[in-house]
């Protein structure tokens, strides 16, 4: 009797976590099914190691990308990351952070306007004393 009681027990128990387990998977959208309702063609633009994050400013055509090579950084060679901008419309790339003096591992990013036509990207940067945000003009 004991033994079937606990046998009942495990098998209500791991029935539980299945259960649990399958809901994860169906919350996560694993079993839908996406169909692209755009007619485009992707590209793919290489050498950006480690892109983070992009922001598009859409009046100008150009896309603001956060760069940490996170890769190189768990094999023990840390690397300074960079943003880069990328013009949409003459596919062309551009590194903008190549003389920082400060320790620069940029994560998220977001362009904004101001009312005077300036524009500020803020980044977070998460140096090795801790967590900053950074604001470029």
Do not use: W
């Amino acid at each position: 009797m004991r033994h079937s009681r606990i046998t009942t027990i495990i098998m209500v128990v791991v029935g539980l976590v299945l259960l649990m387990g399958l809901k994860t998977y169906y919350d996560a959208g694993e079993f839908k099914h996406i169909e692209s309702s755009c007619d485009c063609e992707c590209t793919e633009i290489s050498g950006i190691p480690g892109p983070e994050d992009i922001d598009i400013d859409y009046q100008s055509g150009i896309a603001y990308i956060s760069s940490d090579d996170r890769a190189s950084a768990l094999k023990g060679n840390a690397l300074p990351g960079a943003i880069y901008s990328y013009d949409l419309k003459k596919f062309r790339m551009r590194k903008l952070t190549s003389n920082l003096h400060f320790d620069f591992h940029p994560h998220g990013i977001e362009l904004y306007k101001k009312d005077d036509g300036r524009q500020l990207l803020f980044v977070v940067n998460h140096r090795r004393q801790g967590h900053y945000i950074e604001i470029f003009e």
